[in-house]
């Protein structure tokens, strides 16, 4: 442990006092503590998340949401400890992680070595319409109406039901699933994770659903 006295002169003026201290080891600055992305005090996560480089970051997400992303992308998750978050950038388990923390989740994919999509035509065996190795994502995301919002099939009066539907989560997800992909890799996204219920769908009249209602989507095709 270096003491300031030894390190300043013997009339040492105000600045060679403050310049030895610095250069003491022994400063009072928890620095373990503010680089550990669970530890550090919540004013310095913005600082930390800039030195470990995220890139998916919202100003309103939960100080523990804050913390994971941080954690995952500085490879000191509790939850993946094996896998820093930069790692998988460009793979299907990036693309997962990443969105999880957008609320969104892939519910279904056609991805390559694939010869072709059932229910699409094809000439040879190139489906057409569908670029060569070009992967296909089903992505779910929750998007709530805001009270009285109009919806299509439903008339209203006023301007109360002109309220749109809030779009941010959707703008979320595609901003995660674009960072999590490398530069050399493409792929499609629908977001449109449910459907009209048809007569093929066999539901039964058993007043849990309607037959112009929505059901779930659990495939692209």
Not at 70 to 78: D, E, K, R, W, Y
């Amino acid at each position: 442990m270096a003491d300031v006295k030894t390190l300043s002169t013997s009339s040492p003026l105000a600045f060679e006092q403050a310049y030895a201290a610095a250069l003491s080891d022994d400063l009072p600055v928890p620095y373990a503590q503010i680089m550990d992305p669970y530890q550090t005090p919540a004013r310095f996560l913005p600082w930390l998340a800039a030195h470990y480089s995220v890139d998916l970051w919202f100003d309103d997400w939960s100080e523990d949401r804050k913390r994971e992303m941080i954690a995952q992308c500085a490879g000191v998750s509790t939850l993946y400890p094996a896998s820093p978050l930069g790692e998988l950038k460009g793979t299907f388990a990036g693309l997962k992680r990443y969105l999880a923390f957008v609320d969104a989740e892939v519910i279904h994919r056609v991805a390559h070595p694939a010869r072709f999509i059932f229910g699409r035509a094809v000439i040879g065996q190139t489906p057409i319409n569908h670029a060569a190795f070009l992967a296909h994502y089903l992505i779910k995301v929750e998007l709530n109406a805001p009270s009285r919002a109009f919806q299509i099939g439903r008339s209203g009066f006023g301007k109360a039901y002109v309220r749109a539907v809030e779009l941010e989560p959707l703008r979320r997800a595609m901003r995660a699933a674009v960072i999590s992909k490398s530069l050399e890799t493409q792929y499609t996204i629908s977001f449109a994770w449910r459907r009209s219920i048809t007569f093929d769908d066999h539901i039964l009249i058993d007043g849990s659903h309607i037959f112009d209602g929505w059901i779930n989507r659990l495939r692209l095709i």
